[in-house]
């Protein structure tokens, strides 16, 4: 399970985890075979935690439960992996229903950014 | 003229009218009738009416209650019914409380089907001042153990027109596919709604995490996958890219205001009687 400042995300199907950092890179003259790099800073950690909302009347709720925590707040996001909880502000909220699984069955993708 | 009239009674050829004028309380009653075991048809037929014309003042009590019980073993099928009628034209002070309760109770284990039927209706064209709280409770309780399939339907209809002040509150039925305004968009197959976010990075020498901040969200924006056999259809969604803002109805009840943004219908020769078409659609206010 998933929780995001207390809140559980329903039926997490997928977490996806794109780490960055921030390096410096200079071409040095006559210096053919490499360059000056520099690790700078990090970039924070983007994931994306996607699932879908199954066997509940209130799906719509739901949905609106996650939409509604995209409001500039830090919140610890535990993936409940193993991995400690860490502070994330969640950014842009992904819907989707098919002719398959219906209308109450829609898949949500969440993305986080982690943050200081 | 004293109320309330009363009518528990017993009489088989009954016209029983009262036009009193003086004092004293007035009870009229209408008994059952014998019951019949013999071959041939009954039609026993009881009309009842309580007519008021009373303009002094005190509270009045009407009350009219009317049983058909209905012991049937034999053949043939029974048709009872009753009908009942409560109108009311009252222009003086004071709450009104009619009501009328209707019940089919039956427990039936012959062959045959059943249509039961209640039909009610409140109509009020109420001009005054007050609330009004008019209800109109159905229960359809079938408990079935034979053959046979059951269609049961509970139909209801509320109709508001109201004039004065107050509040009014009503829920639109989901629509069964998504439309945009009155159109119904066909054949949806998939709806992607993303509510996409701006969040700005600023990053912090010395390798702490970035700030991070949401600088504000754009409105929802939606991709509808869909097909149509209709060339009509394909029209109809094209002419939706006049840049007017509309109203998108979601299947699970959600709506809000949207401009269509793009419609791209599939023109693949081979596809001429499925076609399928893309259509994007942005929030808009």
Same mark, same amino acid.
């Given at each position: 399970m998933v929780t995001f400042?207390?809140?559980?995300?329903?039926?997490?199907?997928?977490?996806?985890?794109?780490?960055?950092?921030?390096?410096?890179?200079?071409?040095?003259? &006559?210096?053919?075979?490499?360059?000056?790099? &520099?690790?700078?800073?990090?970039?924070?950690?983007?994931?994306?935690?996607?699932?879908?909302?199954?066997?509940?009347?209130?799906?719509?709720?739901?949905?609106?439960?996650?939409?509604?925590?995209?409001?500039?707040?830090a919140r610890p996001l535990d993936l409940e992996d193993g991995s400690s909880a860490f502070n994330a502000k969640l950014g842009s909220v992904e819907m989707v229903w098919t002719v398959e699984e219906g209308v109450e069955r829609p898949s949500y993708s969440a993305t986080f950014h982690e943050t200081s | 003229m004293p109320f309330p009239y009363t009518f528990p009674f017993v009489f088989d050829d009954c016209d029983k009218r009262s036009s009193e004028t003086g004092s004293g309380t007035e009870a009229i009653a209408v008994g059952p009738f014998a019951s019949d075991s013999g071959i041939g048809i009954d039609s026993p037929d009881l009309s009842a009416e309580i007519t008021p014309a009373d303009v002094g003042a005190g509270i009045e009590a009407l009350a009219l209650a009317v049983d058909v019980p209905v012991g049937e073993t034999g053949l043939g099928a029974e048709a009872p019914s009753v009908q009942a009628s409560l109108?009311?034209?009252?222009?003086?002070?004071?709450?009104?409380?009619?009501?009328?309760?209707?019940?089919?109770?039956?427990?039936?284990?012959?062959?045959?089907?059943?249509? !039961? %039927?209640? /039909?009610?209706?409140?109509?009020?064209?109420?001009?005054?001042?007050?609330s009004e709280s008019e209800q109109l409770s159905v229960s359809l309780t079938i408990p079935d153990s034979g053959l046979g399939d059951e269609?049961?339907?509970?139909?209801?209809?509320?109709?508001?027109?109201?004039?004065?002040?107050?509040? !009014?509150?009503?829920?639109?039925?989901?629509?069964?596919?998504?439309?945009?305004?009155?159109?119904?968009?066909?054949? /949806?197959?998939?709806?992607?709604?993303?509510? !996409?976010?701006?969040?700005?990075?600023?990053?912090? %020498?010395g390798g702490s995490l970035p700030r991070r901040k949401l600088v504000g969200k754009h409105g929802r924006v939606l991709e509808i996958e869909g097909w149509t056999d209709n060339q009509a259809?394909?029209?109809?969604?094209?002419?939706?890219?006049?840049?007017?803002?509309?109203?998108?109805?979601?299947?699970?009840?959600?709506?809000?205001? /949207?401009?269509?943004?793009?419609? %791209?219908?599939?023109?693949?020769?081979? %596809?001429?009687?499925?076609?399928?078409?893309?259509?994007?659609?942005?929030?808009?206010?």
């Amino acid at each position: 399970m998933v929780t995001f400042g207390g809140y559980r995300l329903q039926h997490v199907s997928a977490i996806q985890t794109v780490g960055s950092r921030i390096i410096h890179d200079r071409l040095v003259p &006559s210096a053919k075979s490499f360059s000056y790099r &520099s690790d700078e800073t990090a970039g924070g950690r983007v994931v994306t935690v996607s699932g879908q909302i199954r066997d509940d009347l209130d799906h719509v709720l739901r949905l609106e439960e996650i939409r509604v925590r995209a409001d500039d707040t830090a919140r610890p996001l535990d993936l409940e992996d193993g991995s400690s909880a860490f502070n994330a502000k969640l950014g842009s909220v992904e819907m989707v229903w098919t002719v398959e699984e219906g209308v109450e069955r829609p898949s949500y993708s969440a993305t986080f950014h982690e943050t200081s | 003229m004293p109320f309330p009239y009363t009518f528990p009674f017993v009489f088989d050829d009954c016209d029983k009218r009262s036009s009193e004028t003086g004092s004293g309380t007035e009870a009229i009653a209408v008994g059952p009738f014998a019951s019949d075991s013999g071959i041939g048809i009954d039609s026993p037929d009881l009309s009842a009416e309580i007519t008021p014309a009373d303009v002094g003042a005190g509270i009045e009590a009407l009350a009219l209650a009317v049983d058909v019980p209905v012991g049937e073993t034999g053949l043939g099928a029974e048709a009872p019914s009753v009908q009942a009628s409560l109108t009311e034209t009252d222009s003086g002070a004071g709450s009104e409380t009619p009501g009328i309760t209707a019940s089919i109770p039956i427990s039936e284990a012959g062959a045959g089907s059943e249509a !039961e %039927q209640v /039909v009610g209706s409140i109509p009020i064209a109420e001009s005054g001042a007050g609330s009004e709280s008019e209800q109109l409770s159905v229960s359809l309780t079938i408990p079935d153990s034979g053959l046979g399939d059951e269609n049961v339907t509970t139909p209801g209809t509320i109709l508001i027109v109201e004039e004065s002040k107050g509040a !009014e509150f009503a829920w639109r039925m989901k629509p069964s596919s998504p439309m945009i305004d009155a159109l119904a968009l066909p054949h /949806v197959l998939a709806i992607r709604v993303t509510d !996409e976010a701006s969040i700005a990075d600023k990053k912090v %020498q010395g390798g702490s995490l970035p700030r991070r901040k949401l600088v504000g969200k754009h409105g929802r924006v939606l991709e509808i996958e869909g097909w149509t056999d209709n060339q009509a259809d394909v029209d109809a969604l094209e002419a939706l890219l006049d840049g007017v803002r509309r109203t998108f109805y979601h299947p699970n009840g959600d709506s809000f205001g /949207v401009l269509v943004t793009g419609f %791209q219908p599939s023109r693949t020769v081979d %596809q001429y009687n499925r076609r399928l078409y893309r259509l994007a659609v942005a929030e808009a206010n």
